[in-house]
C-alpha cells in the first residue's frame, strides 16, 4: 500500500488549495479514504472521509469549506479547500485501513499567512 500526497503550499488567508492522494497497492475502490491534518505543535486530527460508496462525512472546522473526492479509475482521492485560515495550516494527510492496518502518506503541507 503506498499513498502519496500533492498539492500543498503557501496561500493567503482566504485562498484555495486542491490536495491529491494518489494511492497504489491495494483495491482502491473497495477501501474508504480519509485526510487528516497535524497543525504545528498539535495533534493529528481528522479532517474528512469518503466511503468507498461515496458518503462523506467531515470535521466541524472544516465544513462548507473542505470537499473530499474520489477517482476510482485513477485510484485518486482529493481534498479541494476554500476560504483557507491561518489555523487550518498543518500537515495534511491521506490514510486508509486496509487488512487490519492503518496506512498513513507522507503528507503535504498547507501554511496559510499573509
Not at 497504489?24 to 495533534?43: L, V
Request: net charge neutral.
Amino acid at each position: 500500500v503506498q499513498l502519496v500526497e500533492s498539492g500543498g503550499g503557501l496561500v493567503q488567508p482566504g485562498g484555495s488549495l486542491r490536495l491529491s492522494c494518489a494511492a497504489s497497492g491495494f483495491a482502491f475502490s473497495n477501501y474508504h479514504m480519509n485526510w487528516y491534518r497535524q497543525p504545528p505543535g498539535k495533534a493529528r486530527e481528522f479532517v474528512a472521509e469518503i466511503d468507498k460508496d461515496g458518503t462523506t462525512y467531515y470535521a466541524d472546522s472544516v465544513k462548507g469549506r473542505f470537499t473530499i473526492s474520489r477517482d476510482n479509475v485513477n485510484n485518486t482521492t482529493s481534498l479541494q479547500m476554500i476560504s483557507l485560515q491561518p489555523e487550518d495550516t498543518a500537515q495534511y494527510y491521506c490514510q486508509t485501513f486496509h487488512n487490519s492496518e492503518f496506512y498513513w502518506g507522507r503528507g503535504t503541507q498547507v501554511t496559510v499567512s499573509s
